[in-house]
Nanobody, 127 residues
């Protein structure tokens, strides 16, 4: 069984920074690609960032590229999302997830390729 717990969300002003953490338990973390997704009120869940199992490659949505950084520490079973230059449009519940299916190949944005999800952490950016 895989469990994911996000933390680090909160209220910040536009232009500020926030670091999210996702602590994982179970046997799949160190050998699995990981992703961050977000869902704003009234909108569909969307891809934010992904990182390969060994941390060598990262992928970002165009909307966050240059502002967000995904990283992982397999020794700590934790994946991070460092968010900078935050904008009110970044307001959403942020979820981490484990990618187990590879139907999308190098396309890491497909929600259905991720088998396990955390409960999410709220990020609110004020203007």
């Amino acid at each position: 069984q895989v469990q994911l717990v996000e933390s680090g969300g909160g209220l910040v002003q536009a232009g500020g920074s926030l670091r999210l953490s996702c602590a994982a338990s179970g046997r799949t973390f160190s050998s699995s690609d990981m992703g961050w997704f977000r869902q704003a009120l009234g909108k569909e869940r969307e891809f934010v960032a992904a990182i390969t199992w060994n941390g060598i490659s990262t992928y970002y949505a165009d909307s966050v590229k240059g502002r967000f950084t995904i990283s992982r520490d397999n020794a700590k079973n934790t994946v991070y999302l460092q968010m900078g230059s935050l904008d009110p449009e970044d307001t959403a519940v942020y979820y981490c997830a484990v990618r187990l299916y590879y139907g999308g190949g190098l396309n890491y944005t497909r929600l259905n390729d991720y088998a396990y999800w955390g409960q999410g952490t709220q990020v609110t950016v004020s203007s």
